[in-house]
């Protein structure tokens, strides 16, 4: 059991966003009938912005702020004042994702944007790590590197089905050129 829960904490990032996968599925079948292709892309973005970026980054916020020390050991790095500003950039960000979990298209684009740089940044700073130090830590190499790629695809991804199924809605609901309706 303490392997099982080492496993879920020390890979928060995939564990939040398996949450966010629930949680979507859990709001669709909550949801009225019929459940469109648009309601499905609202709950996917909404639920991976809250726990992919909202709760993840408030969880490396804790990390590294309050357990610096231990995280940096994970990481296969020493202790430093960096890990500090680490989590603060990280709080900063997990804001944003829960200020942009109901929120508007420009609200979750920087949600996304930000958080995109810094993991696909760390990314090559692991891969970097592994090729050049042999790091090959628990925090360095693994599930973190992967979801260091994986979050911001996935993010990028699923704004722009969100963005793509709102525009198709608002190009069938407006009036044709001869006052009719559009179709799509």
């Known amino acids: 059991m303490g392997d099982i829960i080492a496993f879920i904490l020390g890979n928060f990032t995939l564990t939040f966003l398996v949450i966010g996968l629930i949680a979507s599925m859990i709001s669709l079948a909550r949801a009225e009938t019929p ?18 970026i909202g709760f993840s980054f408030l969880y490396n916020f804790v990390v590294h702020v309050f357990f610096g020390e231990l995280s940096a050991r ?24 829960f200020l942009a979990f109901r929120g508007s298209f420009d609200l979750r684009l920087a949600a996304i944007a930000g958080p995109a ?27 973190i590197c992967y979801t260091d ?3 911001p695809i996935t993010g990028v991804t699923l704004l722009w089905l969100r963005h793509r ?9 407006e009036p044709g050129p001869i006052g009719g309706r559009q179709t799509a």
């Open 74 to 97: 994970l990481i296969g790095w020493r202790d430093s004042p960096f890990q500090a500003e680490v989590g603060f950039a990280s709080l900063g960000f997990s804001l944003v994702g």
């Open 117 to 143: 740089m810094f993991l696909l940044g760390a990314a090559g700073g692991h891969l970097y790590q592994m090729i050049t130090a042999h790091n090959f830590a628990s925090g360095n190499a693994g599930v």
């Open 149 to 151: 790629i994986l979050i």
């Open 165 to 173: 199924c709102e525009a198709a809605g608002r190009s069938r609901a």
């Open 35 to 52: 459940r469109t292709s648009a309601a499905l892309m609202e709950a996917l973005i909404s639920y991976f912005i809250l726990f992919s």
